[in-house]
């Protein structure tokens, strides 16, 4: 048993097993997406999927509403919902995968026929993506009971093999809850707000997927020890990884609100590292979830400060999530040390735990010092701090010694620096 093993659960940070706060968010948050599909379809391209879903919807809402929460279809929704993509995007991918997966749940009250080119086509409910070797392939047709597709002469009935098609899965596992993905669905993956980075274009780089796979299940199995219940609530909070290449030297990372248990990740040596970016972008998809139903801090988007965490200026909201997303990496860091796991034996592990404990420090204090908060704003930052300060009581000399060993703290993946002798952080 760890030292931290009587840490109370806190509000979207450590949840609790059995806690229903964040599948109620989901809810809301799909019912948004849910109604947004409704209006699309009441005219233009989508009308055709409008009496099925309407159907669908009075009836069987419960199944419908775990369609729409499939990452594939909720993250164009929600994008296209923002203003953030084209109504082409719904209607060339993600329309047809819907499809798909209204039909292997039985929702479909028709047959629905899908008649534009598709250069492949999609089954989200089954992580696997078919094409036709020879092009786009001619459309489909959603029955009750199944999906028929085409190309030219060649006819396949989804789930049944057929040696002219290409079926291959593009999911792989990691854990329970934890997926790499070779697709990628969501339509502001190359758009980049941090400074050092430019998209998130998929690429295993010159890396197997073996060696993805491994890495990160090396990782998880990590957290899975000292952060158990965090990696409890995966299969609830599902996050799926997109590998964005092999950095040997800094890991990148990325996640965006409206592409909810999305991740992007570059690959990296470190089991460490890697266990930090898994809670990391895990965390930002949580606390995402909350503010797409909740302002959480009034002035999140206007109020501006230099980030505790970053090398840019970052609206407070951004300071918040960073500090959401280290928070229960330093309680992570925190169990490590305690059990004397390998991974704190590392000569850098001392400086990475000082360098998260200060960015939380400055983070947190950045946001009690500056946000409005609303009633679940409050109860974020007083869980958060709670948490935070167990985290400080546990570090060997507590805050002031880990601001000693480090002159900036930035847990984003710019590189520390060693704090001079006699001249501790402030």
């Known amino acids: 048993m760890t030292a931290a093993a009587g840490l109370d659960p806190a509000f979207l940070t450590l949840p609790e097993p059995g806690d229903r706060t964040y599948r109620t968010l989901q809810r809301k948050v799909r019912l948004l997406g849910l ?8 005219n233009g391209p989508l009308a055709r999927i409008g009496a099925p879903l309407q159907q669908a919807a009075r009836q069987q809402s419960r199944s419908l509403l775990q369609v729409i929460g499939l990452q594939d279809i909720l993250t164009p929704l929600l994008c296209h919902r923002a203003g953030l993509c084209s109504l082409d995007v719904l209607v060339e991918s993600t329309i047809p995968s819907l499809l798909v997966a209204l039909s292997r749940a039985r929702l479909l009250s028709e047959s629905v026929l ?6 492949q086509l ?40 057929a040696a002219t098609f290409e079926v291959q899965p593009h999911e792989h596992l990691i854990a329970p809850g934890l997926h790499l993905s070779l697709v990628d669905t969501n339509p502001l993956a190359m758009m980049e707000a941090h400074p050092d980075k430019e998209g998130n274009a998929l ?5 197997s997927l073996d060696e993805w796979l491994q890495a990160f299940r090396t990782a998880t199995d990590a957290l899975e020890a000292h952060l158990s219940e965090w990696t409890l609530a995966l299969p609830g909070a599902p996050l799926r990884i997109i590998p964005v290449g092999f950095e040997p030297e800094r890991h990148l990372s990325a996640s965006y609100r409206e592409a909810l248990g999305v991740a992007y990740m570059s690959l990296h040596p470190s089991p460490l590292t890697l266990a930090e970016a898994i809670v990391h972008e895990g965390q930002h998809s949580r606390l ?12 999140g988007a206007t109020a501006w400060t230099p980030s505790p965490v970053r090398p840019d200026l970052r609206p407070l909201n951004g300071v918040l999530l960073a500090a959401h997303a280290f928070v229960p990496v330093a309680v992570f860091h925190a169990r490590l040390a305690a059990a004397a796991h390998p991974l704190a034996s590392d000569p850098a592990f001392a400086a990475r735990r000082a360098a998260v404990l200060v960015g939380n420090q400055r983070g947190l204090r950045t946001c009690r010092s500056m ?47 060693t704090a001079p002798a006699g001249h501790p952080l402030p």
């Open 35 to 42: 109604r947004h599909l409704l209006e699309l379809s009441t």
């Open 371 to 417: 946000a409005d908060a609303t009633p679940a704003g409050t109860q974020l930052l007083n869980a958060l701090e709670r948490v935070h300060q167990w985290c400080c009581t546990e570090h060997p000399e507590g805050i002031e010694g880990a601001k000693r060993l480090c002159t900036d703290a930035l847990p984003e993946g710019v590189p520390l620096q």
């Open 288 to 299: 995402n979830t909350l503010m797409l139903l909740d302002p959480v801090l009034r002035n």
């Open 203 to 207: 690429t295993l780089s010159d890396r």
């Open 114 to 119: 899908w008649d534009r080119p598709l250069s």
């Open 122 to 161: 999609l089954d989200p409910t089954r992580g696997v993506v078919l094409r036709h070797p020879s092009g786009p392939l001619d459309g489909l047709v959603a029955h009750p009971d199944g999906i028929e597709v085409r190309r030219g002469l060649d006819y396949l009935q989804l789930g049944h093999p």
